[in-house]
């Protein structure tokens, strides 16, 4: 009859406009790179090229990590986050690095940090801490990492 | 079929018509249009076109609120304590309400003045007077917080205040209740003889925004009420209207209403600048605070004064002049043209408007009707550029929209009148519910409105909403005025009396509005920057906390050694360094408020033990999935107990 097709055409048309049932695969742009998924997401976008460790610059990434992270994370134990003393076990230097620096992006869209927010329950959040600044307390967790913990 | 009865269906009909009148005639049901909500309706997750600060009144505080939803955002503590926040409770915000009569941690908040350059709001910094115990405040529009709280010595009801220049070079404020200057003992009956009115012109440091008064003038001891700064080709004069020019001093309601023209008092503020570099202002002693928040410590310094230069007309020609105008006017307002000076005669029929060139002219060729304790008087007609009639009852307050049409609020007709620049006829009125006081456009007392609404803000509120008892909410309506006619389209209630208010377009503020407090910019001398620092020390009698938080704990979060009759200071660093993570900090028994910390800030209240025991303390601000497990305890020991000094932090 013609009134049905006066009434299906519209309603095709507004599906096709509104995209329902569309079958063209969109690009998802919230999915991580292969890069991200082992590096995380953030300032860090290639493979660092680390030097060997330098004990000046750690001692400097100390006094940052105690203003900027040890409130809520120590090195042996569960804080308000994991503890960190063999984080780089655990996580790539770039990682580590991402993570500091964007933490809102990470638990929106990484995979382990979601998982870690689960366990937690607390999100982590940006320190105000400069890229530099950054470095430097990942300087200070490589230290930790090559340290076995004294009780 | 029945046979219809006529007269039956007329008297239903009669009857039916007479319940829609009814119905239709219900307050408010028939004047918003259609399309109302459509243009009132901003999305969730969407923003508002304008902020608009209202002021709080008698509750001493500014509204924040986005125009055109009637969203309320923020108070923002001014004259006023807030234990919300804890302004004027903290021992570092104390301070701002410090005045030569002490601690005074109230005020009446009439008039939000947003500061300009070239006469057009430039979105740095929100200035309101304070009546009662006059002061002016300057608010940060970066952290939306008071930065500072300057006294008015020699004035009493700091009304007309705090009106500025187009550069925001000055604020002004003036007494609206003469009084003895200097202050002494004399029978009130002696008004005349004894009584003085001052209009100040307070300095603002175009950098920093700090302000000191430049100088008073001493008038005669008339009730300066309202003011407005020229711009433009009248930049450099201020304009004051005086009421109560009969100089009663008991049952102003009559015997302040017997002449048919009061005053508008025009101030050559540049002249008086001369007068000044010349030496003419004299010293006279007063006694008055400023208050200033140093960011940088976090801290109110308050600083006291006791001098101010004064300048007396007698000895300065040429500095004021006063145009006659009918009739105890109450506002004074200039187009954006800077030409035409409009008042609100609050008795008048008319709405004179005078002219900027025609005053300069009659007062070039001296077309003086008298004089008024020696300054002159010009001739009304010799002022005048046209009167508006037909302009409603009790006019107070004019906006401008830019487009050439001045927008009057009229109390006692409680109407909003549009008319014509130039031409003074009206065009357009339209009902406000209930009582108009002032009413805003968007720069609408600037050299360049942006326009589109018009808010009324309104002194009776009645049965707009659903009552709440005999205390009702303050009620604002937001008009449409991008068409030929005006449109209601949104009542919105608000805090405390809102006298006037100012609007900004949001994109001027939003990208400058701060969303921490940098812990590396902290320089509060009782900062705890990490948890390593956190401590507890005893100094005699007084127990100092250097405590931190982060989500979810404090550190300390036990301590002991605190005895009866100690005073112990909790000083409150938030290590967080994101925005919307503030904490809170209270603890049992506290004879203050709370602490609310932002991030970044620290923030420290006095806690006097009065019994033995052990008292909780715990985040009062839901911070996090944790935040019930925010807690902790303060055990007190005996006045004479030898528990030593404890605490504990996770190493």
């Not at chain 2, 952290?143 to 500025?164: D, Q, R, V």
């Given at each position: ?12 048309l507004a599906i096709l406009l509104t995209g329902c049932g569309g079958k063209k695969k969109p690009v998802d742009p919230d999915k991580l790179t292969d ?117 | ?144 917080e008071t930065a500072e709280i300057i006294e008015i010595p020699n004035a009493g009801g700091n009304h007309a205040s705090p009106f500025l220049t187009e ?392 301590i002991e050694g605190v005895k009866v009759g100690d005073k112990v200071y909790f000083h409150v660093t938030n290590l967080e360094q994101d925005w919307d ?71």
């Amino acid at each position: 009859m013609k009134t049905t097709t006066f009434l299906i055409l519209p309603l095709l048309l507004a599906i096709l406009l509104t995209g329902c049932g569309g079958k063209k695969k969109p690009v998802d742009p919230d999915k991580l790179t292969d890069f991200q998924l082992a590096n995380g997401i953030g300032p860090v976008m290639k493979p660092l090229e680390l030097k060997p460790i330098d004990k000046k610059t750690a001692a400097e990434g100390e006094k940052i990590f105690e203003q900027k992270c040890f409130s809520c994370h120590r090195l042996d134990q569960k804080l308000v986050g994991p503890p960190l003393h063999e984080v780089l076990k655990r996580r790539s230097p770039e990682f580590v690095v991402n993570m500091i620096m964007n933490p809102d992006i990470m638990i929106q869209k990484h995979p382990e940090v979601k998982k870690l927010l689960a366990q937690y329950l607390q999100k982590m959040t940006y320190q105000d801490v400069k890229l530099e600044d950054a470095f430097k307390i990942l300087e200070y967790l490589r230290v930790q990492n090559e340290t076995p913990i004294t009780k | 079929m029945k046979k219809v009865d006529l007269k039956k269906i007329l008297a239903a009909f009669g009857v039916v018509a007479f319940l829609s009148v009814l119905w239709i005639g219900c307050p408010g049901s028939d004047l918003t249009q259609g399309d109302a909500a459509e243009k009132t309706y901003v999305a969730p997750g969407k923003y508002d076109e304008f902020y608009l600060f209202t002021s709080g009144g008698f509750s001493g505080q500014v509204g924040v609120y986005g125009i055109p939803s009637g969203r309320h955002f923020k108070t923002i503590s001014v004259f006023a304590q807030n234990p919300e926040t804890g302004y004027g409770y903290s021992e570092e915000t104390k301070g701002m309400l410090e005045t030569s009569f002490g601690f005074v941690p109230w005020d009446d908040a009439h008039h939000p003045k947003l500061s300009q350059t070239d006469g057009i709001p430039d979105g740095r910094w929100l200035f309101i007077n304070g009546n009662n115990t006059p002061r002016i405040a300057r608010l940060d529009l970066k952290t939306f917080e008071t930065a500072e709280i300057i006294e008015i010595p020699n004035a009493g009801g700091n009304h007309a205040s705090p009106f500025l220049t187009e550069n925001t070079e000055y604020v002004v404020a003036s007494t609206r209740f003469s009084l003895p200057i200097p202050q002494k003992d004399v029978a009130i009956s002696t008004y005349k003889e004894n009584f003085k009115g001052s209009i100040s012109f307070v300095k603002v440091d175009p950098e920093s925004g700090e302000m000191n008064i430049a100088f008073q003038i001493l008038v005669p001891g008339f009730d300066y009420d309202l003011a407005h700064a020229g711009k433009g080709p009248s930049h450099g004069w201020a304009f004051f209207t005086c009421y109560n020019t009969e100089q009663a001093n008991t049952m102003l309601e009559v015997n302040a209403s017997q002449k048919d023209k009061d005053l508008i008092a025009a101030v050559n503020w540049k002249m008086a600048e001369k007068y000044i570099a010349e030496g003419k202002g004299k010293a006279m002693e007063a006694n008055y605070y400023h208050n200033v928040y140093d960011e940088s410590e976090q801290t109110a310094k308050s600083k006291k004064l006791n001098s101010v230069k004064v300048l007396d007309p007698k000895d300065c020609p040429g500095l004021i002049y006063y145009i006659p105008t009918p009739k105890s006017p109450h506002g004074v307002d200039v187009d954006p043209s800077g030409e035409y000076i409009v008042a609100g005669g609050k008795l008048a029929a008319v709405i004179p408007v005078h002219s900027f060139s025609k005053m300069i002219k009659a007062i070039d060729s001296k077309n003086f009707d008298g004089d008024a304790a020696g300054i002159p008087i010009l001739k009304y007609d010799a002022v005048l550029a046209g009167e508006v009639q037909n302009a409603g009852l009790g006019p107070l307050h004019t906006e401008f929209d830019g487009e050439g049409y001045a927008y009057t609020s009229a109390f006692v007709s409680s109407e909003i009148v549009k008319w014509k620049i130039g031409t003074w006829e009206v065009v357009d009125r339209i009902p406000t519910y209930y009582s108009i006081g002032h009413l805003n456009i968007p720069g609408g007392d600037s050299r360049k409105p942006w326009g589109k609404y018009v808010i009324a803000l309104n002194k009776i509120t009645k049965d707009r909403y659903l009552p709440t008892g005999p205390e009702l909410t303050q009620s604002a309506q937001l008009f449409d005025i991008s068409g030929e006619k005006m449109q209601l389209i949104l009542d919105f209630p608000t805090v405390g009396e809102p006298h006037y208010a100012q609007s900004i377009p949001a994109d001027i503020l939003m990208k400058n509005s701060a969303k921490i407090y940098r812990l590396d910019d902290n320089k509060s001398p009782y900062a705890t920057k990490s948890e390593k620092q956190a401590r507890v020390e005893r100094k005699g009698s007084e127990v100092h906390v250097y405590m931190t938080t982060i989500r979810t704990h404090f550190a300390p979060d036990n301590i002991e050694g605190v005895k009866v009759g100690d005073k112990v200071y909790f000083h409150v660093t938030n290590l967080e360094q994101d925005w919307d993570i503030p904490h809170g900090f209270a603890v049992k028994g506290l004879n203050s408020s709370e602490l609310l910390i932002m991030p970044g800030q620290t923030k420290t209240v006095v806690w006097t033990p009065k019994f033995e025991g052990v008292f909780p303390f715990y985040c009062t601000d839901f911070c996090s999935a944790l935040h019930q497990e925010m807690q902790g305890y303060i055990r007190v020991s005996a006045a004479n107990s030898s528990t030593p000094i404890s605490y504990n932090i996770q190493k």
